[in-house]
């Protein structure tokens, strides 16, 4: 996976399954700030993508996202874990 792909796959998922607005989904958005998530959305979007690619985050991933960008990068991470396909 590529980092438009881990974008797009981001993009998917905080539209479906939270309702955030597509166009406000772009790496240099603050998730609090620009994106208007507070921790607890945060945690639930961390469970999703653990979810969707079937591996555990670890805490210390969690607790730096701040970005879309860094969610981008927890993204490729959690993919990079994955056995190969």
């Known amino acids: 996976m590529d980092r438009q792909q881990a974008l ?39 469970s999703a993508l653990e979810n969707r690619f079937d591996v555990p985050a670890a805490s210390a991933e969690i607790s730096s996202v701040r970005t879309v960008g860094n969610v981008v990068d927890t993204i490729l991470a959690l993919d990079a874990a994955l056995p190969p396909r």
């Not at 406000?24 to 945690?43: F, K, N, P, Q, Y």
């Open 8 to 46: 797009a796959c981001l993009k998917d998922v905080m539209c479906d399954e939270f309702g955030y607005p597509a166009e406000g989904i772009v790496e240099t958005a603050s998730l609090r700030d620009d994106v208007g998530m507070d921790s607890l959305d945060l945690i639930d979007l961390v």
